[in-house]
């Protein structure tokens, strides 16, 4: 569940600036001094006949697109006095005060116009930060820190947000140790924003319960569908696959998920399921598929983002380089490494939120219960070898 943050009212300009705000100021103020430099060359060039003092009024402007007001009000003044100093200069040379002196009452007028538009929009820029970091608050509510350890398995996790807005989405993922050996989920939520946010924690929470009190999976599975279409639209849904590690056998459920990849002696095999089951919200009725795992597999699990992320129409090849980019270094390194792949292949621009999970397997002495309970006489797929 989300819970409300309450925060502190601060006076316009006492927030710490953030570092993208200090360099558009920069940038907002090298644009302004460098009208101003240009109008000056220009106005000696031309002999002082204070014909472009107006555009002095420009500088003050464009500061307010970029800048705080505060500095919007410096450049104003500096015009200000330049163009006294020209409109003095003409007066002397050539007689005119009338022209001059409406052109700085002009360049007063821009600059009270730009301090009021400044100041509204370095509002705006505070706010969006600050909803940026409740935005951060409330993804990291949804998702907590998987690992480093659970059981048997080195864990890592990655969220990779779309937006640069800010890194809040629909995709999920839990892990947990429970009786029933170590348990995980995966999902991804159809939609994006809040109500893709509160579906997720939905699940999550479900998830959280029942996944200490069902020692089948399929009863789990079951029970997040029930949550899920309580609290959706008829089109809604949850992709989702579901994991269970228990003395070295790997159970696996899926619920239209991406099917997560096994990495072994230098080979990438895809756990596909035994039958294709819809997502949940559409009453899935899933086959486990059970693998036994060896010491040092690793598994990749991860959301469509990844499984559509495309440079020019082609798609990113993870299961052809998930060896390279997983196989070393601990998984958080692995994690790592396929981030920095993946941003590179599409250039930086992502169409869709990925999560990723990555856990390797250390092995266990004496194991004997190889295949869990509930899965005996089951449907379940030949091992790997």
């Known amino acids: 569940m989300l819970m409300p943050v309450a925060t502190m009212p601060r006076e316009p300009g006492r927030r710490p600036p953030s570092r993208e705000m200090i360099s558009e100021s920069r940038a907002g103020l090298g644009a302004a001094f460098a009208l101003i430099t240009l109008v000056v060359v220009v106005e000696l060039t031309c002999g002082v006949q204070g ?22 009000v410096a450049v104003g003044a500096v015009s200000m006095a330049i163009g006294a100093v020209f409109a003095f200069l003409t007066a002397l040379k050539h007689g005119q005060l009338l022209p001059s002196f409406v ?26 930060v600050e909803l940026s970091k409740l935005a951060t608050a409330a993804q990291g509510a949804v998702l907590r820190p998987l690992g480093p350890q659970l059981g048997q398995l080195s864990i890592a996790a990655r969220y990779i947000s779309a937006s640069a807005a800010a890194d809040i989405g629909g995709d999920l993922y839990e ?11 995966i999902g991804d939520v159809r939609g994006k924003g809040l109500d893709a946010v509160r579906l997720a924690s939905i699940v999550l929470g479900s998830y959280r319960h029942v996944a200490y009190e ?13 949550a899920v279409a309580r609290s959706v639209g008829d089109e809604d849904f949850v992709t989702a696959a579901l994991v269970e590690e228990r003395g070295g056998t790997l159970t696996i459920v899926n619920c239209g998920h991406p099917p997560p990849l096994l990495l072994r002696r230098g080979e990438v ?16 009725v899933v086959r486990p598929r059970v693998e036994r795992l060896e010491p040092g597999d ?9 499984a559509e992320a495309r440079r020019d129409g082609e798609f990113f090849p993870t299961a052809g380089r998930a060896w390279r980019l997983l196989g070393h270094g601990t998984v958080a390194d692995g994690l790592a490494s396929l981030e920095s792949a993946l941003i590179e292949w599409v250039r930086g621009q992502l169409d869709d939120d990925i999560a990723l999970v990555l856990m390797e397997y250390a092995g266990t002495q004496g194991a004997t219960d190889a295949v869990p309970r509930w899965e005996i006489g089951g449907a379940s797929s030949p091992a790997l070898t």
């Open 51 to 72: 014909r472009h003092i107006g555009v002095l009024a420009a500088a003050p402007v464009l500061t307010a697109a970029l800048a705080p007001w505060r500095q919007v």
């Open 103 to 128: 052109n700085i009452a002009l360049i007063a007028l821009a600059t009270g116009i730009g301090a009021v538009l400044g100041n509204y929009r370095q509002r705006q820029a505070e706010r969006f």
């Open 175 to 185: 892990a947990l140790d429970t009786p029933y050996g170590v348990r995980m989920i």
């Open 214 to 226: 069902r020692a089948d999976l399929r009863a789990v599975v079951a029970d997040l569908d029930r």
């Open 269 to 284: 095999i895809e756990l596909t399921p035994p039958a294709s089951a819809p997502p949940l919200g559409f009453m899935p």
């Open 298 to 306: 690793r598994l990749l699990f991860y959301t469509d983002g990844l």
